[in-house]
């Protein structure tokens, strides 16, 4: 999936920026793990999106992920 397609399922503010942080890439599991971080209007990361893609039994795309927001 694209940056912009993340910006939308997180639901990020006009205004924010995603940034991406460290992602493995499981070739022979297929799946993979990573994370997104949303900064505010100022640059202060805000939150931590961990996301986890992976294909399912019918070769369609799933996308697990949740928010934690920092400090």
Known sequence: MTRQSYR?????????????GDWVYGIATGENHGRYYE????????????????????????????KERLP
């Open 8 to 20: 939308k399922l997180f639901g990020i503010p006009d205004g924010h920026e995603l940034k991406a």
């Open 39 to 66: 900064k505010d209007a100022k640059g202060k990361a805000i939150a931590c999106y961990f996301v986890n893609e992976h294909l399912d039994e019918t070769g369609d795309l799933k996308i697990v992920w949740h």
